[in-house]
């Protein structure tokens, strides 16, 4: 029996495929950021009609976590949280993080704090998918282009935090950072906690650069330490007191994503968790 050209095509497929995939570390690493970026939108397909028999809730990011928690199993990403005990707050809190990848994703649902949303930029509710599982989830949408609009969001979300007991998670460069440091902070998350006179809880992922870079087009398996460090208190402190406390918190967490960056594989430092 001949075989169509079709059907040569698809063999053809089928046997270069698994080749580039081992001999290729660009096209694996362009295989696996589809695989991740498709996965997550259809993860979105299955959470949405769970989310909303509740609505917009906040309570529903519990729903997206149990659904990506799998995800660094795929990928062979081990994750060590250390600073557990950091989180034990009662009362909210603003969660500011470093910004690397997408991949940061994985740590924040690694260690997502009850009743805690994250602030996204608006340009996510459009996500297809994502989009709406984000908004049903909760997740605070600012539009950057717009300080008025950023300003009246962050206010609303002052009183939010206060009136329903909810934490928020920031990720105060603003944009993702590939230099293997940490990029200038933006004040919104600061303003956000001092108006609310809520402690800034600062968590710091390490980087990156021995399982995945964009720049080199790689994506391996690894290991990712996220340190979660003593909140810093905001109570008494003012507008004009948040400069100060945004480099103080950046200095906070450029040492420790210095430290825990180079440490060298298979060795565990004490007072880890």
């Known amino acids: 029996m001949e075989l169509s050209v079709a059907q040569w095509l698809l063999v053809v497929c089928l046997v270069a495929f698994p080749l580039l995939y081992e001999w290729s570390v660009s096209f694996k690493y362009f295989c696996k950021m589809a695989f991740y970026n498709?996965?997550?939108?259809?993860?979105?397909?299955?959470?949405?009609?769970i989310c909303?028999?509740?609505?917009?809730?906040?309570?529903?990011m519990k729903v997206l976590r149990f659904m990506l928690l799998h995800i660094k199993y795929l990928y062979g990403i081990k994750i060590e949280v250390r600073g557990w005990e950091n989180f034990n707050i009662k009362e909210p809190y603003v969660v500011v993080s470093n910004h690397q990848s997408s991949l940061d994703l994985l740590g924040m649902m690694e260690i997502l704090p009850g009743r805690c949303v994250p602030i996204a930029k608006r340009e996510l509710m459009y996500a297809g998918t994502a989009g709406l599982a984000c908004w049903l989830a909760g997740v605070i949408f600012i539009n950057r282009k717009k300080t008025d609009d950023a300003i009246s969001v962050m206010t609303e979300a002052a009183e939010t935090m206060l009136k329903e007991d909810v934490r928020v998670w920031v990720?105060?460069?603003?944009?993702?950072?590939?230099n293997g440091s940490l990029l200038p902070f933006k004040r919104g998350a600061f303003h956000l906690a001092v108006q609310a006179q809520v402690p800034v809880i600062p968590v710091v992922m390490s980087s990156y650069k021995d399982f995945y870079s964009k720049k080199d087009k790689k994506f391996t398996t690894g290991k990712c330490t996220v340190q979660i460090l003593p909140g810093v208190p905001t109570r008494g402190l003012c507008a004009d007191d948040v400069p100060d406390l945004a480099d103080e918190v950046?200095?906070?967490?450029?040492?420790?994503?210095?430290?825990?960056?180079?440490?060298r594989p298979g060795k565990e430092p004490g007072g880890g968790h």
Request: aromatic share 6%; net charge neutral.
């Open 38 to 49: 498709g996965w997550i939108l259809t993860l979105a397909i299955l959470a949405i009609p």
């Open 52 to 60: 909303a028999v509740r609505g917009r809730n906040v309570e529903n």
């Open 171 to 178: 990720f105060p460069e603003g944009t993702r950072n590939h």
């Open 250 to 263: 950046r200095g906070l967490m450029l040492e420790a994503f210095t430290h825990i960056s180079n440490e």
